[in-house]
């Protein structure tokens, strides 16, 4: 499925970028131009990229925020 449609990058595109270790937000706008135009699809890109960090990471954040 295409989650941004002006860039044309696709939900297994974000994954696979998103699986690697340190990926953050920036790193899906540098490397696939992700929400580097109209920004509508950010909140789906994020909620993706969220998904495929490992649980420990996510916790370990949590703790800093
Ligand atoms: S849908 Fe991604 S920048 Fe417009």
Do not use: F, N, W
Not at 10 to 38: F, H, N, W, Y
């Amino acid at each position: 499925m295409i989650i941004c449609v002006c860039k044309r990058v696709s939900d297994k595109a974000i994954r696979e970028r998103a699986s690697q270790p340190a990926c953050a937000l920036r790193d899906l706008r540098r490397e696939l131009c992700v929400g580097t135009q109209c920004g509508k699809c950010l909140p789906d890109a994020l909620q993706i990229l969220r998904e495929q960090q490992p649980k420990k990471l996510r916790s370990a954040v949590s703790r800093v925020a």
